[in-house]
């Protein structure tokens, strides 16, 4: 099953592409990030992003898909745009019939680390040896990604086992 795991943004939204094989092992099938430029309007990042992502869904064809959750920031600016980019990411999931699950920061730490107050340098090194990466995921956008798409794969059996 192949899994993709988004930590969005309008400047910078990581990306990852995951297998999650029926005896639960995990593979990296891709992960990076899609980079708009400040110097756009914010509608063309938003369309920028919108067109990017598509490409990636066309071309991974995701069952399962996972999107940080926004929690509140203190600049509501910055909190305003990265609703936006949510926004944009799950109506193109959406639009490919996906349920879309959705993490917190912490529930993020807590399925790839086991401790929901885990630095970000620990999740790092639990990506980099879960997916049995030589190093760890550049830039930390996409290493966010592939963590939520972990936490996608091993919370996905256990709402999959909530609807039957």
Do not use: W
């Amino acid at each position: 099953m192949v899994v993709l795991g988004i930590d969005p943004g309008t400047a910078l939204t990581g990306y990852g592409f995951i297998n999650a094989a029926e005896n639960g092992d995990l593979t990296l099938i891709e992960y990076g990030v899609i980079s708009t430029s400040a110097d756009m309007k914010m509608e063309h990042r938003l369309l920028q992003l919108y067109s990017e992502i598509n490409q990636k869904i066309l071309l991974h064809r995701p069952e399962k898909g996972a999107v940080e959750k926004l929690f509140f920031h203190r600049n509501v600016t910055t909190a305003i745009a990265v609703g936006q980019a949510r926004g944009v990411v799950m109506l193109s999931l959406a639009q490919i019939g996906m349920d879309i699950l959705e993490f917190t920061p912490m529930e993020v730490k807590q399925a790839v680390v086991g401790y929901g107050g885990a630095e970000k340098r620990q999740v790092q090194l639990m990506v980099k040896a879960i997916l049995k990466l030589d190093d760890i995921p550049r830039p930390d956008d996409a290493a966010d990604a592939l963590a939520i798409a972990i936490c996608c794969a091993h919370s996905s059996r256990y709402f999959d086992l909530l609807k039957t």
